[in-house]
């Protein structure tokens, strides 16, 4: 069974992140420059929240008067729920589509080193699958000769 640990090996550990006092502003431009969905608030290295485009449209939705100034501790989602290189994969799809999550970052031995997506843990599942898949397929043909 694949692990956080696999998705990590493959995709490595960049975490993109801002400060608690960030404006709105900045974090969507750095967003749609690293193209990503979220990004963790770091408060003297220490995860105090995360903020995502669905925190967004969120509080555009709620507050029409949403100022392109506002800090991100002001809109990002906390506490933060976490997962371990060994969390197992069917882990974190039950803690994503109970909690409605797509990132959880992944902390080892107290210290930060990745950020993973649903869009990842997809892909390693069906990457997993498919190897499966290929060997059954080859046992069979080998075993047909």
Request: with cysteine; hydrophobic share 45%; proline share 3%.
């Amino acid at each position: 069974m694949a692990t956080v640990a696999d998705i990590i090996r493959m995709k490595g550990n960049d975490v993109y992140w801002v400060a608690p006092d960030a404006t709105l502003s900045g974090t969507l431009k750095e967003m749609a420059k690293r193209n990503v969905g979220a990004v963790l608030v770091l408060d003297e290295h220490k995860i105090c929240g995360i903020f995502s485009e669905r925190d967004f449209a969120r509080q555009v939705v709620e507050q029409k008067d949403l100022a392109i100034d506002t800090t991100i501790r002001e809109l990002m989602t906390q506490p933060v729920l976490y997962v371990t290189p060994e969390t197992s994969l069917d882990e974190c799809m039950g803690i994503m589509t109970a909690r409605r999550f797509r990132h959880l970052p992944v902390i080892d031995d107290g210290q930060l080193v990745g950020l993973i997506s649903i869009g990842d843990v997809v892909k390693q599942l069906l990457l997993e699958k498919n190897t499966t898949i290929e060997s059954l397929e080859h046992y069979i043909w080998i075993h047909m000769i």
